[in-house]
């Protein structure tokens, strides 16, 4: 039995533009487009690329508890935030680990919560779960949500060509309520690249016409899944299935900074945390470099002494450093900057070395 792939308002043009097109999470999604993946990263890098990320899933939470709901469902703190802002965050099991990550966009009078295309319906189940009388209503908005990311050191400049709205009033991971190209939007700043740029959540219906205005010659190249990836890694962004999943906790993953066990609002997993917190991590995510040529890939053995302890959970060769970086998780004791150990690749051992992330470090971030 074959599956239908779900489609964005954006696929006969990404086909048109002659886009590779690949199944992601349950959608035909383009990969890559014509000019490769390494000329797609150097736009982003150096000037400005758009992304189609509408299979991303969107909820909103509203009613008068709907604060204390997400604290409750979440990691994070959402009481730090203001109307406005937005918030890294993510959904824990009761064994503390990771559901899903996610952000948390808080306005005057409601919260929506930004999910991975691939859990929408596991994520959909786990909060409900967790309503237990609260006096929220929790509505799944993802079919009526577009969603276009446009990244790069000139992201505002051609944005601001299309909006009223002063872009440069809007702080990192912080939102308004606009227009782009005439189509009512929420403008953010944040994004998944470690460069400066926007998520725009429009309506579905008029993604096409976003799309057009911020796209052509001289404006946004588009960016397909491979170079997302690159950037991504390249920053030290985590990708849940490959860097997080279900097993892993975010102590484990260096995700402390989002978990805010002592918030006073009890969460799931929680306890796990502080009994982890207690006994110690027993391993941890580290970013490492290759120390000859070999480039690792997701799945690849990962060994300690001969001994295999995890597999490479992300793996490239960057392109803006010119060498093959890379994530796996280490027993503690092995995971400080500088440690050696092996990747088997093609099944020859391979070395690789701890060192900091991000890799890369030269982004246009406006933090």
Request: with cysteine; aromatic share 8%; glycine share 12%.
């Amino acid at each position: 039995m074959t599956t239908t792939l779900q489609r964005t308002a954006l696929f006969d043009t990404h086909r048109a533009l002659g886009a590779k097109m690949v199944s992601f999470a349950g959608w035909e999604m383009p990969v890559q487009y014509p000019g490769g993946i390494l000329a797609e990263h150097r736009a982003v890098r150096e000037d400005v690329g758009i992304f189609d990320v509408c299979h991303m899933g969107e909820f909103e939470v509203t009613g008068p508890d709907r604060n204390a709901f997400v604290n409750r469902v979440t990691t994070n703190d959402i009481s730090a935030l203001e109307p406005g802002q937005v918030q890294y965050s993510a959904f824990l099991n009761e064994r503390g680990g990771v559901v899903d990550d996610c952000t948390v966009y808080r306005f005057e009078d409601k919260i929506m919560l930004v999910v991975n295309a691939a859990n929408i319906d596991k994520d959909w189940e786990h909060i409900v779960a967790q309503k237990k009388g609260a006096n929220v209503r929790i509505r799944n908005i993802s079919p009526e949500v577009g969603l276009l990311a446009l990244q790069g050191p000139k992201a505002e400049a051609l944005l601001q060509a299309n909006t009223a709205t002063v872009l440069k009033d809007i702080g990192y991971y912080r939102f308004a309520v606009g227009s782009v190209a005439g189509a009512g939007c929420f403008i953010s700043r944040t994004g998944y690249t470690g460069e400066d740029g926007f998520e725009l959540y429009c309506r579905t219906q008029d993604v096409p016409t976003i799309w057009q205005a911020l796209t052509g010659p001289g404006k946004a190249q588009p960016i397909g899944l491979g170079a997302r990836d690159t950037l991504r890694l390249e920053v030290g962004y985590a990708l849940y299935g490959n860097d997080i999943d279900d097993e892993t906790t975010p102590l484990e993953a260096g995700l402390g900074w989002i978990t805010k066990i002592e918030k006073g609002a009890p969460f799931m997993g929680e306890p796990a945390l502080k009994r982890q917190k207690v006994e110690g991590v027993p391993r941890k995510l580290v970013g490492f470099r290759m120390v000859g040529k070999a480039i690792p890939r997701h799945g690849m053995p990962v060994l300690v002494n001969g001994t295999q302890v995890d597999q490479v959970r992300s793996g490239t060769m960057s392109p803006s450093l010119g060498y093959a970086v890379g994530t796996t998780y280490l027993p503690t004791a092995h995971a400080t900057v500088g440690s050696r150990f092996h990747v088997e690749i093609r099944g020859e051992l391979a070395e690789a070395e701890v060192v900091r992330r991000p890799f890369y470090t030269r982004g246009s971030v406006k933090r």
